[in-house]
């Protein structure tokens, strides 16, 4: 089972408390993560990834292991911890301002 922390906009749109956790079969890449989150929580699509591009929206960031993986490509494997189960995988809202 995968864990996903969501930011709080996302878990209240999505209609869920704290972490959720997926199955997610095969290879664990974000694409394939975020495939599961959609398919599971039809109300996200297109608040993290773009409709029609797939690509991650702007000010959305993901983090795997305290690592900032959003500029990784898409299809590239997510670290083992995060494969497992031990480790979560976060989608954070970014800050901007001045």
Partial sequence: M???????????????????TLD????????SL???????YPMLRGTIRDHVSQQRRPFVRFFACEQDV?????????????????EPFLVVGAMAGG
Avoid: C, F, M, N
Wanted: proline fraction near 8%; charged fraction near 25%.
């Fill in 2 to 20: 995968i864990r996903v922390v969501l930011p709080a906009h996302l878990r209240k749109l999505a209609h869920v408390d704290g972490e959720v």
């Fill in 24 to 31: 997610v079969e095969g290879l664990v890449t974000q694409r």
């Fill in 34 to 40: 975020l495939d599961a989150l959609e398919a599971r």
């Fill in 70 to 86: 959003s500029h990784d490509a898409p299809d590239a494997p997510l670290p083992a911890a995060v494969a497992t189960g031990d």
